[in-house]
């Protein structure tokens, strides 16, 4: 299992660029007390024009105790009093998430796909099991699902797929996701729970 926690910024016009300054100066700062960083930038769908601040790791232990260290830190405490003083995007979290199948792979895989779905909690164990069969069908695409822990909608669960760039998504799209045994994999899944919706991010 991995815990993920996420801050999404959308920034205000005119100011991305020190909203991206300041997201990367808060990874930096997440990094340094021991968490797994990436900012990444949401390109399609939900979300669209935001990035992403994530750290990754291995328990809530360890997650709970990068964040509380991280914003004790006067780094961040500054760089909060500059975002009250002058801001630049509006922001939304930090979110709670973990893996319920798979891992991340932002290392070798930084494009993501999540496609998102309303479930009832007793059918994740079904969903959890799809994942596995979509994972078996490629070792091109990394398959991960997500889990929400605190979150504004506890309702969902994330089908991530990882990608290796933005061109092997749309081919791996076109091989897998146009095939008629993924779609019958999606017809099963959706039988468990509702598509709500879908967006796509990669590092930056």
Do not use: C
């Amino acid at each position: 299992m991995t815990v993920v926690i996420t801050t999404a910024v959308k920034p205000i016009i005119g100011k991305s660029g020190l909203a991206e300054e300041r997201v990367r100066q808060a990874a930096e700062i997440y990094a340094n007390h021991g968490g797994k960083v990436r900012v990444a930038r949401v390109v399609m769908g939900i979300y669209s024009g935001s990035m992403l601040l994530q750290s990754a790791t291995a328990d809530f232990t360890t997650a709970t105790s990068v964040m509380s260290k991280a914003m004790n830190d006067p780094s961040f405490q500054k760089l909060m009093e500059e975002r009250e003083a002058n801001p630049a995007a509006e922001m939304m979290g930090p979110l709670m998430f973990r893996t319920i199948y798979g891992e991340i792979a932002w290392d070798t895989h930084p494009v993501s796909q999540m496609r998102i779905y309303q479930m009832s909690r007793k059918n994740v164990p079904q969903a959890v099991s799809i994942l596995g069969e979509v994972d078996a069908m490629t070792d091109d695409v990394k398959v991960t699902g997500i889990a929400p822990v605190v979150t504004e909608d506890m309702t969902v669960i994330h089908a991530t797929y990882q990608f290796k760039s933005i061109t092997e998504w749309g081919k791996q799209v076109d091989k897998i996701g146009m095939s008629e045994e993924f779609n019958n994999i999606v017809d099963r899944a959706n039988e468990l729970g509702t598509s709500v919706s879908s967006g796509v991010y990669m590092t930056i």
